[in-house]
């Protein structure tokens, strides 16, 4: 494909696109990870919503 | 199931972990469909190739400017409702939203270089955007500053209300006063101007890019409630390590 003389522009563009939505996707996987494992540390401790539960705990 | 069931964060959760692998899925192969229609599609006569960023600048910016309309309508359901997952909705937004503007906010200098024979320019639609990404930036710095997150809802509700005035302002832009920024060629009265040949595969690239924010802002939401839950353990663990 022959994007002509601004070919730098509209790669970079592209480029800047992608790098965009992949910190996004990378961010909100990580954030997901690390939250996990701390609901499994807490899981672990025996600590858990369901036995701690208070009535105004929504959560 | 009505909407009523959704309030429920338990319910919202196990909802979206059925949704959220067919919604990946669907933005995917709307992307595949998207890019090769781009790939087809014919240069502009006067702009040449780069007229192939338009299908991210454009997508992009509907998506900045939509990030914020969920904010505003979430914010409602904060103030109004009090609706807690109202709060999760407008905080997981906030940063999709600002990536979405940002994104749209470097495309338009790279086609604007070549176009216009500048990066930027302070005319009224580029400079109500980089307002609308700075807004992004203050709810994000707001959500962070504040403590207790039903505090923080509030706040950041009122401020988004706030804010939402200048999305009309995006939009009107352009004909409200004189800029370099082209006017409206796809939603105005009278019809698109854009050829098909453009027209289509910029349609299939918005669609892509709504699911995406979609998939993406789902996602999030998740990750706040699952923050929520954290929040209140370490509250909890902190209250029985005080002991009655």
Redesign the interface.
């Known amino acids: 494909m022959n994007f002509g003389p601004h070919a730098a522009f509209i790669i970079t563009a592209y480029v800047v696109a992608i790098a965009v939505v992949a910190g996004l996707i990378a961010w909100i996987v990580l954030d997901r990870r690390h939250l996990s494992r701390i609901l499994d540390d807490f899981e672990a401790q025996g600590i858990s919503r369901r036995s701690t539960r208070t009535d105004g705990d929504k959560w | 199931m009505s909407l009523i069931d959704l309030a429920n ?1 338990s319910r919202f959760l196990a909802l979206t972990a059925r949704a959220l692998p067919w919604l990946a899925a669907a933005t995917v192969l709307a992307f595949a469909i998207g890019i090769s229609q781009v ?1 087809l599609a014919p ?1 502009d006569y006067q702009q ?3 007229v ?2 338009m299908f ?2 454009v997508p ?1 910016a509907w998506l900045g400017i939509f990030a914020w309309i969920v904010m505003s309508v979430a914010a409602l359901g904060t103030l109004v409702w009090r609706h ?1 997952l109202a709060d999760v909705a407008a905080k997981a937004a906030a ?2 939203g600002a ?2 503007t ?2 749209c906010l ?2 338009g200098s ?2 604007g ?2 176009m216009w024979g500048t990066y930027w320019v302070w005319d009224a639609r580029l400079t109500s955007v980089l307002v609308l990404f700075l807004m992004y930036l203050g709810v994000i710095a707001l959500w962070r500053t504040i403590d207790d997150p039903a505090q923080a809802a509030r706040t950041a509700a009122i401020l988004t209300l706030v804010g939402a005035i200048n999305i009309p302002i995006i939009k009107f832009s352009v004909d409200w006063w004189n800029t370099l920024h082209q006017p409206a060629s796809v939603f105005r009265l009278g019809g698109s101007t854009i050829h098909p040949a453009i027209l289509v595969p910029l349609i299939v690239m918005a669609v892509a890019f709504t699911l ?1 924010f979609l998939t ?1 802002h789902l ?2 939401m ?2 706040e ?9 370490m509250m ?2 902190a209250g ?1 390590r005080m002991g009655p």
């Open positions: 964060p790939y240069d040449g190739a780069t192939k960023i991210i600048h992009a807690p940063p999709i990536a979405f940002l994104m470097v495309t790279l086609w270089r070549p995406l993406l996602a999030a998740r990750n409630i699952m923050r929520r839950r954290v929040r209140t353990l909890l663990q029985a």
